[in-house]
Nanobody
Framework: QVQLVESGGGLVQAGGSLRLSCAASGSIFSLFNMAWYRQARGKQREVVAS???????TYAGSVKGRFTISRDNARNTVSLQMNSLKPEDTAVYYCKAARWYDGLDYWGQGTQVTVSS
């Protein structure tokens, strides 16, 4: 069992920055591939960025060059640095942990990010 708690969301003007953090507890963090997803109102949840156990990162095309995902296995955290934010980045952002050997997923409760124009 893994518990995930996101933090760092809020209201920011277009062009601004936010840093989301996800703290994991309850299991060995290094066993998990991690990802950030988001869900805008009325839309499906979509993957924003992911980072593997070895640190390999992937990004959605819409955020590439603006967002950076990172993990700290010593502190059991994964972060998402979001720069040059746009109104279309407005969504609830979720942290997901996927256990590498069976793909079992755990989700956080989400944190709201609102970007005003």
């Amino acid at each position: 069992q893994v518990q995930l708690v996101e933090s760092g969301g809020g209201l920011v003007q277009a062009g601004g920055s936010l840093r989301l953090s996800c703290a994991a507890s309850g299991s060995i963090f290094s066993l998990f591939n991690m990802a950030w997803y988001r869900q805008a109102r009325g839309k499906q949840r979509e993957v924003v960025a992911s980072i593997s156990r070895s640190g390999i990162t992937t990004y959605a095309g819409s955020v590439k060059g603006r967002f950076t995902i990172s993990r700290d296995n010593a502190r059991n955290t994964v972060s998402l640095q979001m720069n040059s934010l746009k109104p279309e980045d407005t969504a609830v952002y979720y942290c997901k942990a996927a256990r590498w050997y069976d793909g079992l997923d755990y989700w956080g409760q989400g944190t709201q990010v609102t970007v005003s124009s």
